[in-house]
Nanobody, 129 residues
Framework: QVQLVESGGGLVQAGGSLRLSCAFS????????IGWFRQAPGKEREAVSC????????VYADSVKGRFTISRDNAKNTVYLQMNSLKPEDTAVYYC??????????????????????WGEGTLVTVSS
């Protein structure tokens, strides 16, 4: 049984930093493309960043480029999202997701989230102004 558990969310002031973690269990995370997604109140879920299973190549949404960094530690079966220079508009529930088949570009580009193999429950990030 694959499980993804996010942690690290919380309340932070604008300009601050948080590091989100996605703990992956049940399979080997290195075999999966992993993505971080977010959903703000009243808005659609959107891709934030994705990382490849094969070569650790990454994709970022334009809104977070230069501020967020995705990384994976296969030894710990964990994927991270380092978020710096946070803005109030980054406030959202952040989800990690895993898929065995999607390449990294497709993982972040598609919006039919029912096609993605596994999702976590999410962690709330609130950025105050």
């Amino acid at each position: 049984q694959v499980q993804l558990v996010e942690s690290g969310g919380g309340l932070v002031q604008a300009g601050g930093s948080l590091r989100l973690s996605c703990a992956f269990s049940g399979r080997t995370v290195s075999s999966y493309t992993i993505g971080w997604f977010r959903q703000a109140p009243g808005k659609e879920r959107e891709a934030v960043s994705c990382i490849s299973s094969s070569d650790d190549s990454t994709v970022y949404a334009d809104s977070v480029k230069g501020r967020f960094t995705i990384s994976r530690d296969n030894a710990k079966n964990t994927v991270y999202l380092q978020m710096n220079s946070l803005k109030p508009e980054d406030t959202a529930v952040y989800y990690c997701a895993a898929d065995y088949s999607f390449i990294v570009q497709a993982m972040c580009a598609h919006t039919d989230y029912s096609l993605t193999d596994y999702w976590g429950e999410g962690t709330l990030v609130t950025v105050s102004s």
